[in-house]
């Protein structure tokens, strides 16, 4: 999984949580080139926060087959 800002602006932190809420990965200071490994994980539905320096905030699903 590549993490990218939005219109250039830099990512501030990522976290990733379960379908239970229960946060499973952070990161702080992320990378342009940050790339995530989610094959530790098991298949399911998870949920990609991302917060960029401007104070934007973004949450995605993603699916892990």
């Known amino acids: 999984l590549f993490i990218q800002g939005h219109d250039g602006l830099p990512v501030?932190?990522?976290?990733?949580?379960?379908?239970?809420?229960e946060k499973v990965y952070t990161q702080h200071e992320v990378d342009v080139n940050t790339c995530l490994?989610?094959?530790s994980y098991g298949p399911g539905l998870?949920?990609?926060?991302?917060?960029?320096?401007?104070?934007?905030?973004?949450?995605?699903?993603?699916?892990?087959?």
């Open 46 to 65: 998870y949920f990609l926060e991302m917060s960029l320096a401007n104070g934007e905030y973004y949450v995605f699903q993603v699916i892990k087959i």
């Open 37 to 39: 490994d989610l094959t």
């Open 12 to 21: 501030k932190e990522i976290c990733i949580r379960n379908v239970m809420c």
